[in-house]
């Protein structure tokens, strides 16, 4: 199976991503990475943007798709059968829920959910439960669109943030490709 694995700025959940990353490599899995602009700009207290780019070529053994020019084949050239958005930031969740692709990760969104295939969002916000809530719940309504169970990461100190349980990524992926939500989507709080 071939996975977009398409990363936006929650930074702190970087080193959870590349671990999954290289599990799903080793099950066999060709993953194409996909990133934010973001992801390719910024350094920061959780490590360099470049050296984190590095890690990604080097565990997928793929070039990345950094760039709209780059993303834009993937939907008509067929290229991808379940593309995860993982992590998958407030920003990110709310332009595919509202159609706009000003990056190499909407744009993967936008071409991928054209074929009607498997598109899987792995939550990570701060304000998934704020103004964010009507881009969740847009989501969650349309055809294709698969969620990697999320939790309140800390309801007392962040009220409405959501973070998805990464270790359900690889599950979720297959349930997806079998046209199936994992459940439960809402998991109670550590």
Same mark, same amino acid.
């Given at each position: 199976?071939?996975?977009?694995l398409a990363?936006?700025?929650?930074?702190?959940?970087?080193? !959870?991503?590349?671990?999954?990353?290289?599990?799903?490599?080793?099950?066999?899995?060709?993953?194409?990475?996909?990133?934010?602009?973001?992801?390719?700009?910024?350094?920061?207290?959780?490590?360099?943007?470049?050296?984190?780019?590095?890690?990604?070529?080097?565990?997928?053994?793929?070039?990345?798709?950094?760039?709209?020019?780059?993303?834009?084949?993937?939907?008509?050239?067929?290229?991808?059968?379940? #593309?995860?958005? &993982?992590?998958?930031?407030?920003?990110?969740?709310? !332009?595919?829920?509202?159609?706009?692709?000003?990056?190499?990760?909407?744009?993967? &969104?936008?071409?991928?959910?054209?074929?009607?295939?498997?598109?899987?969002?792995?939550?990570?916000?701060?304000?998934?439960?704020?103004?964010?809530?009507?881009?969740?719940?847009? #989501?969650?309504n349309a $055809?294709?669109?698969?969620?990697?169970?999320?939790?309140?990461?800390?309801?007392? $100190?962040?009220?409405?943030?959501?973070?998805?349980?990464?270790? #359900? #990524?690889?599950?979720?992926?297959?349930?997806?490709?079998?046209?199936?939500?994992?459940?439960?989507?809402?998991?109670?709080?550590?």
């Amino acid at each position: 199976m071939n996975i977009g694995l398409a990363i936006t700025g929650s930074f702190c959940t970087y080193a !959870k991503i590349l671990e999954i990353i290289e599990n799903l490599v080793k099950d066999g899995y060709n993953v194409i990475p996909i990133v934010s602009d973001a992801v390719v700009k910024y350094d920061t207290r959780f490590g360099n943007a470049s050296a984190f780019l590095e890690k990604l070529r080097t565990l997928t053994g793929n070039e990345i798709v950094t760039n709209i020019v780059e993303a834009e084949p993937l939907g008509p050239k067929n290229m991808i059968d379940v #593309l995860a958005v &993982a992590p998958c930031t407030g920003n990110t969740l709310s !332009k595919i829920a509202n159609g706009i692709s000003d990056d190499a990760v909407t744009m993967s &969104a936008k071409a991928h959910m054209r074929n009607y295939k498997p598109l899987v969002i792995a939550v990570s916000s701060n304000d998934a439960l704020g103004l964010n809530m009507a881009n969740l719940s847009k #989501l969650f309504n349309a $055809k294709e669109v698969y969620f990697v169970p999320f939790r309140q990461d800390d309801p007392i $100190k962040k009220p409405k943030s959501l973070i998805s349980d990464l270790k #359900l #990524l690889k599950k979720t992926i297959q349930m997806a490709e079998k046209k199936q939500q994992i459940q439960p989507v809402l998991l109670a709080s550590d």
